[in-house]
């Protein structure tokens, strides 16, 4: 059992020193992330515009994004870039989580970031694999069908609708911790900018989080009615969540004022590309 530890902790430690060597990379490969993130956001807003001014629409997810992309002058080089750099700021992701390079708490809420920085980790470099498939032609049609495949599995296991209705409320944690990061813009320490771009960039960021936080909590909602209902059907992801919202009272403009926050969560992303603070 000693033996066992002490030979996972020589792989960590290994890949930890491979990756403070590699880190001008690491953190070239960061703000490329940065950036690609600002860029789907971005598109994933637009997107939203549009079906929220025409009542109808494509995707409105990262693989409406990617399809964008995609279709561009030089879309299958744009797309191949927005995978590499999708796969680098998960790479930044896991390694905030694993090895906590700007110092965390050792407290429940640094644990509870750490965590969520694994899961973006998870998260982003699945889209990134996304990102690839619709490149070679493999995927066309992924959004929420990809996001039920998923739940399928998940409630096909041990446990599968207890896991599923708690991983529904830990997105719903998650869309809590955006409006509270909203509410304190602790980002902006991390921002090293002058008086004036502070002005511009914090107000647009506090904006994108609260999008993302409404977004986030449609997300977890359909989540935990997927788990209590056992039905895999039932799980949205982006573009489901912003369809959903289209569908309330006052749908086109709620979906508008949420796509807005998004497409300034993008542009709020490109900021930070350039002047966020990033350690590895």
């Given at each position: 059992m000693h033996t066992t530890s002490s030979s996972s902790d020589a792989?960590?430690?290994g890949a930890h020193r491979a990756a403070r060597h590699a880190a001008p990379w690491v953190v070239r490969l960061a703000r490329l992330g940065l950036a690609t993130k600002g860029v789907v956001y971005l598109l994933i807003g637009m997107l939203a515009v549009f079906a929220a001014a025409h009542a109808g629409g494509g995707m409105m997810d990262a693989y409406g994004a990617a399809n964008v992309i995609?279709?561009?002058p030089f879309g299958k080089a744009l797309l191949g870039l927005a995978g590499v750099g999708l796969a680098g700021y998960s790479l930044w992701r896991l390694i905030m989580g694993a090895w906590n390079p700007e110092g965390e708490p050792q407290s429940v809420k640094?644990?509870?970031r750490r965590f969520g920085y694994l899961c973006s980790a998870a998260a982003?470099?699945?889209?990134a694999v996304g990102a690839f498939k619709v490149l070679r032609g493999a995927e066309k049609h992924l959004s929420d069908h990809t996001t039920q495949s998923h739940v399928a599995r998940l409630l096909a296991g041990p446990l599968g609708w207890q896991l599923t209705t708690l991983a529904g409320g830990a997105v719903l944690v998650a869309a809590l911790a955006q409006f509270?990061?909203?509410?304190?813009?602790?980002f902006q320490k991390l921002l090293e900018i002058d008086g004036r771009r502070r002005r511009f960039v914090v107000p647009l960021a506090r904006l994108g989080l609260a999008a993302r936080g409404v977004v986030f909590g449609v997300i977890g909602l359909f989540?935990?009615?997927a788990g209590l209902q056992q039905n895999a059907e039932r799980a949205k992801g982006i573009g489901g969540a912003l369809k959903a919202l289209s569908h309330q009272i006052l749908g086109p403009a709620l979906l508008g004022a949420v796509a807005a926050g998004l497409i300034a969560y993008g542009i709020s992303m490109l900021v930070e590309s350039r002047y966020r603070r990033i350690s590895v």
């Open positions: 792989i960590l430690d995609g279709g561009a640094g644990y509870l982003y470099g699945g889209v509270l990061e909203a509410y304190q813009a602790n989540l935990i009615q």
